[in-house]
Nanobody, 115 residues
Framework: QVQLVESGGGLVQPGGSLRLSCAAS????????MGWYRQAPGKERELVAS???????NYGNFVKGRFTISRDNAKKTVYLQMNSLKPEDTAVYYC?????????WGKGTLVTVSS
C-alpha cells in the first residue's frame, strides 16, 4: 500500500522560509511526475509546483521565483523549498505523485504565514 507523508509545515513570519518534504512508501511503478498542490480555506486546490522524472519543472504563476521543487528518486521523496513567504501562501500543502497506473495524494501539511 502506497503512502505519502508530508512534513515541514508550520507557522512562519512573512518573508520567512520553509522546506516541505514528502516521502513515499510502498511500491510505485514509475513516479512520472511529483508535485505539490495547495488549498486555502474557501478556495480550490491549485498547483504549486511539479517535477518530472527527467527533472523538468513547472510552477504556479504566483510562485514567481520564490519556491524550488526537487526530488530524490532513490528516497522516493519530493521537496519544496519556499522562500519569501507571504500571508497569501497560507494553505494546506498536498504532495502528489502521478505514476503510470495511479495517482497518489498525501494528507497534507498546514503552512501558516503570519506575524
Amino acid at each position: 500500500q502506497v503512502q505519502l507523508v508530508e512534513s515541514g509545515g508550520g507557522l512562519v513570519q512573512p518573508g520567512g522560509s520553509l522546506r516541505l518534504s514528502c516521502a513515499a512508501s510502498g511500491t510505485i511503478f514509475s513516479m512520472n511526475v511529483m508535485g505539490w498542490y495547495r488549498q486555502a480555506p474557501g478556495k480550490e486546490r491549485e498547483l504549486v509546483a511539479s517535477i518530472t522524472s527527467g527533472g523538468s519543472t513547472n510552477y504556479g504563476n504566483f510562485v514567481k521565483g520564490r519556491f524550488t521543487i526537487s526530488r530524490d528518486n532513490a528516497k522516493k521523496t519530493v521537496y519544496l523549498q519556499m522562500n519569501s513567504l507571504k500571508p497569501e501562501d497560507t494553505a494546506v500543502y498536498y504532495c502528489n505523485i502521478l505514476a503510470t497506473f495511479s495517482t497518489y495524494w498525501g494528507k497534507g501539511t498546514l503552512v501558516t504565514v503570519s506575524s
